[in-house]
Protein backbone atom coordinates (compact mmCIF):
# COMPACT_ATOMS: atom_id res chain seq x y z
CA UNK A 1 0.00 0.00 0.00
CA UNK A 2 1.48 3.19 -0.72
CA UNK A 3 0.27 6.84 1.07
CA UNK A 4 1.22 9.76 -0.53
CA UNK A 5 0.67 13.16 2.05
CA UNK A 6 0.78 16.85 1.28
CA UNK A 7 3.31 19.09 2.80
CA UNK A 8 0.97 21.74 4.67
CA UNK A 9 2.85 24.96 5.23
CA UNK A 10 1.98 27.48 7.58
CA UNK A 11 0.11 30.22 6.60
CA UNK A 12 1.80 33.63 7.33
CA UNK A 13 0.09 36.43 8.46
CA UNK A 14 -0.37 39.07 5.60
CA UNK A 15 2.33 41.91 5.52
CA UNK A 16 0.78 45.40 6.68
CA UNK A 17 -0.27 47.24 3.84
CA UNK A 18 2.25 49.88 2.37
CA UNK A 19 1.43 53.25 2.81
CA UNK A 20 -0.81 53.81 5.18
CA UNK A 21 -1.39 56.87 6.87
CA UNK A 22 -2.25 57.96 10.37
CA UNK A 23 -2.56 61.15 12.50
CA UNK A 24 -0.33 61.69 14.91
CA UNK A 25 -0.87 63.74 18.19
CA UNK A 26 2.44 62.87 19.91
CA UNK A 27 5.82 61.27 20.05
CA UNK A 28 8.04 60.80 22.93
CA UNK A 29 10.97 58.33 24.06
CA UNK A 30 8.76 57.28 27.32
CA UNK A 31 6.34 54.22 26.80
CA UNK A 32 4.45 54.81 29.99
CA UNK A 33 4.07 58.65 28.97
CA UNK A 34 2.81 57.14 25.72
CA UNK A 35 0.13 55.08 27.18
CA UNK A 36 -1.36 57.90 29.31
CA UNK A 37 -1.60 60.31 26.36
CA UNK A 38 -3.08 57.25 24.01
CA UNK A 39 -5.77 57.12 26.67
CA UNK A 40 -6.37 60.73 27.04
CA UNK A 41 -7.00 60.63 23.49
CA UNK A 42 -9.05 57.63 23.56
CA UNK A 43 -11.60 59.85 26.69
CA UNK A 44 -11.52 62.23 23.77
CA UNK A 45 -12.27 60.40 20.92
CA UNK A 46 -14.35 58.04 22.97
CA UNK A 47 -17.44 58.46 20.15
CA UNK A 48 -15.41 58.99 17.11
CA UNK A 49 -15.21 55.35 14.82
CA UNK A 50 -11.50 55.74 14.78
CA UNK A 51 -8.57 53.51 16.81
CA UNK A 52 -5.92 54.98 19.15
CA UNK A 53 -2.73 52.93 19.43
CA UNK A 54 0.68 53.33 19.98
CA UNK A 55 3.26 53.09 17.40
CA UNK A 56 6.91 52.36 17.73
CA UNK A 57 10.05 53.73 15.52
CA UNK A 58 13.24 54.48 15.19
CA UNK A 59 14.74 58.44 15.22
CA UNK A 60 17.90 59.81 15.57
CA UNK A 61 19.10 55.94 16.54
CA UNK A 62 16.52 56.03 19.69
CA UNK A 63 13.33 54.62 20.40
CA UNK A 64 10.13 56.50 20.12
CA UNK A 65 6.59 55.95 20.83
CA UNK A 66 4.16 57.63 18.91
CA UNK A 67 0.29 57.81 19.82
CA UNK A 68 -1.52 57.72 16.45
CA UNK A 69 -5.38 58.11 15.53
CA UNK A 70 -6.66 56.29 12.92
CA UNK A 71 -5.71 54.63 9.77
CA UNK A 72 -5.71 55.90 6.50
CA UNK A 73 -4.89 54.78 3.14
CA UNK A 74 -3.40 58.25 1.93
CA UNK A 75 -2.04 61.12 3.35
CA UNK A 76 -4.76 63.45 2.22
CA UNK A 77 -7.05 60.94 3.74
CA UNK A 78 -5.37 61.44 7.05
CA UNK A 79 -5.26 65.33 6.49
CA UNK A 80 -9.18 65.50 6.27
CA UNK A 81 -9.40 63.12 9.66
CA UNK A 82 -7.32 65.60 11.35
CA UNK A 83 -9.81 68.57 10.43
CA UNK A 84 -12.93 65.78 11.35
CA UNK A 85 -11.51 66.08 14.87
CA UNK A 86 -9.49 68.91 15.08
CA UNK A 87 -11.78 70.29 18.78
CA UNK A 88 -10.52 66.94 19.97
CA UNK A 89 -6.82 66.71 18.70
CA UNK A 90 -3.50 69.03 19.43
CA UNK A 91 -3.09 71.58 17.15
CA UNK A 92 0.06 70.67 16.47
CA UNK A 93 -1.45 67.03 15.25
CA UNK A 94 0.40 66.24 11.97
CA UNK A 95 -0.26 63.13 9.17
CA UNK A 96 1.97 60.38 9.71
CA UNK A 97 3.06 57.24 7.47
CA UNK A 98 3.33 54.30 9.23
CA UNK A 99 6.15 52.15 8.24
Known sequence: MTVQAERRTAK???PQPAGLW???VAS???P???KRMARRYR???ADAPVSVRIVEHMLDQERHFRV?????????AAQQARETYRR???P????VRLE
Open 43 to 45: NRL
Open 92 to 95: EAWA
Open 22 to 24: AVG
Open 68 to 76: VVGRYETQA
Open 88 to 90: ALP
Open 28 to 30: MRN
Open 12 to 14: RPS
Open 32 to 34: SGA
